[in-house]
């Protein structure tokens, strides 16, 4: 079992540019979540997906954060025109069904800096 | 809604003494609570999570007991190690909604 797996690992843009995260879940688990992860604010909960279906996105900035997941292999989150306050550590997480809480999964986090 | 505090900021200790890093939340119903460890560069991993039967949940050391009562699940080591130092999360999942993190509770431990 490959854990979850995010890529890239670090990212770098320009001001203004778009940035696609990927995430991987672990295989069977229906649950795929974002977080985002800076110092000053901690982890922030942004999306989470059950079953592919989008469940609560209240945590995502509305104008230009996105997430899918058209798959149960796969979820992507995109930043469109990013800003320098999108810089964060940007943590994907699975978990089986949450019938005993959603016991999470973290990935290695993709480091996204807009410069 | 549903919400975490911890232990703001950094706690520092002396290699061999008791850890305790506070949890509290508030819940409308009735949440599991987890405890989250993320070592320097590494992802967070799940280190405890609590049991319905009052059971005490123990890994690596670590324990935490679920109190309803008082809405806490603190975490407790008798003997802390300079392998321990790392950050620390309470996190809350309920009603099959994506689990909360509090703010994290840095843990430094010193020789």
């Known amino acids: 079992n490959a854990g979850v797996i995010q890529t890239p690992r670090h990212k770098v843009t320009g001001k203004g540019q778009e940035a696609t995260l990927w995430c991987e879940p672990i295989?069977?688990?229906?649950?795929v979540f974002w977080y985002r992860q800076t110092i000053v604010q901690g982890l922030e909960f942004l999306t989470y997906?059950?079953?592919?279906?989008?469940?609560?996105d209240s945590g995502m900035p509305k104008e230009r954060f996105s997430a899918q997941m058209p798959n149960q292999s796969h979820s992507t989150l995109k930043i469109q025109s990013t800003q320098p306050q999108d810089s964060a550590v940007y943590l994907c997480?699975?978990?089986?069904?949450?019938?005993?809480?959603?016991?999470?999964?973290f990935g290695p986090g993709t480091r996204l800096t807009v410069l | 809604g549903d919400s975490v505090t911890q232990t703001e900021g950094l706690v520092t200790l002396t290699e061999g003494l008791p850890v305790m890093l506070n949890c509290t939340y508030q819940?409308?119903?009735?949440?599991?609570l987890f405890w989250y460890v993320q070592h320097l560069n590494e992802a967070p991993k799940l280190l405890l999570k609590?049991?319905?039967?009052?059971k005490r949940p123990e890994h690596q050391g670590f324990h935490a007991t679920l109190h309803k009562s008082s809405s806490s699940f603190h975490l407790q080591k008798s003997s802390a190690q300079l392998s321990d130092s790392a950050l620390y999360y309470c996190?809350?999942?309920?009603?099959?909604?994506?689990?909360?993190f509090g703010a994290g509770t840095k843990l430094s431990v010193k020789p």
């Open positions: 996190a809350l999942s309920e009603n099959n909604n994506a689990p909360r």
């Open positions: 609590s049991f319905t039967d009052n």
């Open positions: 819940s409308t119903y009735s949440p599991f």
């Open positions: 295989s069977g688990h229906s649950a």
């Open positions: 997480a699975s978990s089986l069904d949450a019938g005993g809480g959603y016991e999470q999964y």
């Open positions: 997906f059950r079953n592919q279906a989008p469940i609560d």
